[in-house]
Nanobody, 125 residues
Framework: VQLQASGGGLVQAGGSLRLSCAASEPTLSSRVLGWFRQAPGKEREFVAAVRWSAGSTYYADSVKGRFTISRDNTKNTVYLQMNSLKPEDTAVYYC???????????????????WGQGTQVTVSS
């Protein structure tokens, strides 16, 4: 599976961006697609995830209410709509696919089998 992330950029605080992650093949019913981010000098952290078949969504507390994850089955694409962006949201954002994720695994980077190349999001104050 190949994942292609796009949509990053530079935005002022309070602005919005939408990230996209296109998968190279149709997803399996057990797959979870997630977004993670990594700021300089920090560990990669969970942002949001969606269970492809059921559409169940999961969010980090830091983005809940501001970010929305969604998927388009017809395009094999997952989106991350980011609103009310803050300077602390600045990071490289990665999409990833977990082939067999149970709930306790969804927030762990080590659970994911495939990763996209990352897209930079910079929020200026």
């Amino acid at each position: 599976v190949q994942l292609q992330a796009s949509g990053g950029g530079l935005v002022q605080a309070g602005g919005s961006l939408r990230l996209s992650c296109a998968a190279s093949e149709p997803t399996l019913s057990s797959r979870v697609l997630g977004w993670f981010r990594q700021a300089p000098g920090k560990e990669r952290e969970f942002v949001a995830a969606v269970r492809w078949s059921a559409g169940s969504t999961y969010y980090a507390d830091s983005v809940k209410g501001r970010f929305t994850i969604s998927r388009d089955n017809t395009k094999n694409t997952v989106y991350l709509q980011m609103n009310s962006l803050k300077p602390e949201d600045t990071a490289v954002y990665y999409c990833a696919a977990c082939l067999r994720c149970i709930l306790s695994m969804i927030r762990l980077p080590s659970s994911y089998d495939y990763w996209g190349q990352g897209t930079q999001v910079t929020v200026s104050s």
